[in-house]
């Protein structure tokens, strides 16, 4: 049980457009999902955490109108990277965690945004 | 503020060989630990987590990890390694275990050989 799924796995995308990342929990309720950047060789910096229906809460220094956060459901939220640039590319990671999952936040595969 | 230092980069170790993953933290309040392994390309899956109770915990795939509160520290040791576990090893740490929200140590590639 509790896994996460992410989709796509990976991702390339001309500079300007935006990219939409999905972070599912299949087997368990989501109340809250995180999201992660991991540069190459870097560790995991948090980036926000979302709660299901309300807003997404920010770590300093990310910009909440380039990375969109959207928790709209119990086992589903969204990160769109908005007007990417070659300096967005990135390992992004989601987590997320349950009520009944109370120790514990369980990682999606990841994926790699390239932007050319 | 807490923070999570993991000294080594890089641990290279033959096959069979003893490893030990050093991981200290820091925090001013109790503190909650975890290590994960990531495979290349793949998201994060825990190894163990130290909560409460005996400092000695076991994880999967034969890695234990003790919780030293004197030295601050939480060291992962496998006592014979294998090729597959050639992977990048985090510690992090959370104040508090409900949230979810963990800080990370910048992580040890552990390269095991033959």
């Known amino acids: 049980g509790a896994v996460v799924s992410q989709h796509p796995s990976w991702v390339i995308c001309k500079s300007g457009t935006s990219v939409k990342i999905e972070c599912r929990s299949l087997?368990?309720?989501?109340?809250?999902m995180f999201w992660y950047r991991q540069f190459p060789k870097q560790s995991l910096m948090l980036m926000a955490t979302?709660?299901?229906?309300?807003?997404?809460?920010?770590e300093q220094g990310v910009e909440k109108d380039k990375f969109l956060i959207n928790h709209a459901s119990l086992t589903l939220s969204t990160l769109t990277v908005t007007s990417a640039h070659p300096e967005d590319s990135s390992f992004y990671i989601c987590?997320?965690?349950?009520?009944?999952?109370?120790?514990?936040?369980?990682f999606g595969q990841g994926t790699r945004l390239t932007v050319v | 503020a807490q923070s999570v230092t993991q000294l080594d980069s890089q641990v290279p170790v033959f096959e069979e060989a003893p490893v030990e993953l050093r991981c200290n933290y820091s925090?001013?309040?109790?503190?909650?630990l975890f290590w994960y392994v990531q495979y290349p390309n793949q998201g994060l899956q825990l190894l163990l987590k130290?909560?409460?109770?005996?400092?000695l915990v076991k994880g999967i795939n034969g890695f234990e990890a003790e919780f030293n509160k004197s030295q601050t520290s939480f060291h992962l040791r496998k006592p014979s390694v294998h090729i597959s576990d050639t992977a990048e090893y985090f510690c992090?740490?959370?104040?508090?275990?409900?949230?979810?929200?963990?800080?990370f140590g910048q992580g040890t590639t552990l390269q095991v050989k033959p």
């Open positions: 087997d368990f309720q989501a109340t809250t």
């Open positions: 130290y909560l409460s109770g005996s400092t």
């Open positions: 925090s001013s309040v109790s503190v909650y």
């Open positions: 979302s709660n299901e229906g309300s807003k997404a809460t920010y």
């Open positions: 992090a740490v959370t104040l508090n275990p409900h949230t979810g929200k963990l800080i």
């Open positions: 987590s997320a965690r349950g009520a009944r999952q109370n120790t514990e936040a369980f």
